[in-house]
C-alpha cells in the first residue's frame, strides 16, 4: 500500500518500457507545486495556478485523511518536471458491512507524454492502492471518449452517471 504524502525514492514496478525508464510514480510531495503541478492540472479542468498557502493548506487537509486518500505524480527523471498525476479516495460505507469504496479522480498525462502507457500505469498503482486498503470496488466518471482508456486499465462500463453542479 502506498505511503500517502510523502516521497517515494525509488520506482520498483514494472510499466510500459519508456514509462518505467523516463519517470518515477511517487506520492504528491509539498515540492512539487513548482514542479508543474497546477500545469498538470490545467490540462484536465478548470484550474489556475495556485499560491503556495493555498496548496499547502489543501495538502495539510488532505495527509490528515492519511492513506483514505492519496495523489500519485510521475515525474520525468531528465527534468524534474510533472508528467502525470491522478488521486484516490476511500469512502467508508455502511453496506456491505462497513464496506470501503475507491474513487478514482483527476487522471491526466501531460500532453507530451501521452501514448507511452504512464497513464495506464498511474491508474494501476492507485487502484491496488484501493486493494491494499480493503476496497471491494474502485469507480470512477470518464467521457465516453475514455472508455477505451480505462478498459485497458482493467475497468468494465457500470450504470449511468449523473452530476448537479453549483
Ligand atoms: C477519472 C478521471 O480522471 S477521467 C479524466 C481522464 N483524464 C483526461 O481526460 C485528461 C486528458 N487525457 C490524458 O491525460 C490522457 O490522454 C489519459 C490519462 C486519458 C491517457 O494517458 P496515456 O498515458 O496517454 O495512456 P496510456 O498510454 O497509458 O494508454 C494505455 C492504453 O489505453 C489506450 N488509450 C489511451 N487513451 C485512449 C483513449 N482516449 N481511447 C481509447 N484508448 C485509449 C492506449 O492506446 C493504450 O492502449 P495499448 O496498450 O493497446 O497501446
Known amino acids: 500500500m502506498e505511503q500517502p504524502h510523502a516521497p ?4 520498483a514496478s514494472a510499466g510500459a518500457e519508456v514509462a518505467g525508464d523516463a519517470y518515477i510514480i511517487r506520492p504528491l510531495d ?17 484550474s489556475p495556478p495556485l499560491s503556495e498557502e493555498a496548496f499547502r ?5 488532505l495527509a490528515a485523511l ?9 515525474e520525468e527523471v531528465a527534468t524534474g518536471r510533472l508528467a502525470a498525476a491522478g488521486a484516490v479516495m476511500v469512502e467508508r460505507k455502511f453496506i456491505r458491512r ?4 475507491g474513487h478514482l479522480e483527476d487522471v491526466v498525462v501531460d500532453a507530451a507524454a ?15 492502492h484501493a486493494r491494499g486498503r480493503g476496497c471491494y470496488k474502485v469507480i470512477l466518471n470518464c467521457t465516453t471518449e475514455l472508455k477505451g482508456f480505462y478498459a ?15
Not at 517515494?8 to 520506482?11: N, T
Not at 493548506?57 to 487537509?61: L, N, P
Request: with cysteine; hydrophobic share 50%.
Open 8 to 11: 517515494v525514492a525509488a520506482e
Open 30 to 46: 509539498l515540492a512539487d507545486l513548482s514542479k508543474g503541478f497546477c500545469e498538470l492540472l490545467a490540462q484536465l479542468s478548470l
Open 57 to 61: 493548506a489543501r495538502f495539510a487537509e
Open 66 to 74: 492519511g492513506a483514505d486518500h492519496l495523489v500519485l505524480v510521475a
Open 98 to 101: 462497513c464496506g470501503l469504496v
Open 114 to 128: 501521452r501514448g507511452r502507457g504512464l497513464g495506464e500505469r498511474l491508474v494501476r498503482r492507485l487502484v491496488e
Open 152 to 166: 485497458k486499465c482493467g475497468f468494465e462500463e457500470k450504470n449511468v452517471q449523473m452530476g448537479l453542479y453549483f
